[in-house]
Structures are given as C-alpha cells and as structure tokens.
C-alpha cells in the first residue's frame, strides 16, 4: 500500500477501486503469459476453469504459526486436518479451536513459507486453475526489500483455504516476490 493517509484507504473509493481491481489482478495472475512450454501447460492440457480465493474461503492467514518448515499441503480428512492444526497453532495461547470442515464437500489447502528471521515475508494462494488432465495452485511467496523496515520477531507465514474436493490432484507453483519499500 501506498503511504496515503488513514481515511483515503479507508474511503468508499478506494474500496470499491481495491474491490474492483483484486479479482482483476488474481485473472490477470491467472492467465498470466505462458509460454507453450511451461510445465503445467504441457503436462495437464488445456485450461478448463479458474478459481480464486473469496474471504469465505480464508480458514486462516498469518505470519505467525507453529509451522517452522515450508510445505504446501492438500488436507482431505478429519484426522489429518487435526493433526495439522494442532502443529499449525503451537505457541499460540490460548490455542484456537479446529475450524469446521466437511471434508465430504471441502478440501483445506496449506501452504507455508518457514520460519524466517524477521518479519516481512508472506505468502498467498493466488488461484487453482483446472486444466484437462490437473490442477495446479499458484502461490505468491513475498520478502522485505532491503529497504523495508521489518520487526525483529522470528515469523513463520501460512495460508489456509477451504476449496472444492474437485481440485484434486493438484501441483503447486510458487513465484517470489521481493517487496520494494523505497
């Protein structure tokens, strides 16, 4: 975000210009230039269908967890999910409850960037693009530039979604991203 003052990012036309301008910016990650012989392209065929992540999706985001390793997971039952949360929120006090899912109708989709040693860093999933024969999850991974200001506090970001179970089987693609904060 741009150093404007409190009240314009908070105007009802900036919002309708970020509400606007976020599920154009997810298309344009979406279909973004590929060229014929990137890997999702050749391997699943031809793209079928788009999905991007709405707030209802949004099981969790943060930059703190108990995730000190990066991963990216597909979760599709209950015990697993609870094993998962139990990792996912250690340190965390008091701990938060395991969010409902019907693994019958949703799958959870995990991804974590690790610990790192300041903050700063993030991660997201963008979009599930289905193609013919699979699916894959672009995530965008984002560090500090160096000129930005960070804490100090060891973090550990995660983001974790709920999607359709139709997903499935699923690649995951990850860009970096360095922040430029001059």
Known sequence: MP???KDVHASSAVTAVRRLLAP???????FGCRDATSPEVAAFGPRASVWLPDPSAVILHDYYSGLVNGTDLVIADSQSWATTWAQLI????PPPALPAVDFRTERVVLVALGQRSTGGYDIGIDSVVQF???NVTYITATS?????GTTSAL???VDVLRLSPK???IVFQRRAVVRDCS
Do not use: K, M, T, Y
């Not at 250690?90 to 006090?93: H, K, L, M, N, Q």
């Open 155 to 157: 973090s550990q970001p």
């Open 132 to 134: 013919q024969r699979g």
């Open 24 to 30: 154009v910016f997810a298309i344009g990650l979406a």
């Open 3 to 5: 150093d404007l003052p």
């Open 167 to 169: 997903v499935e089987p």
């Open 90 to 93: 250690r340190g965390v006090g």
């Open 144 to 148: 500090p530039g160096q000129n930005c």
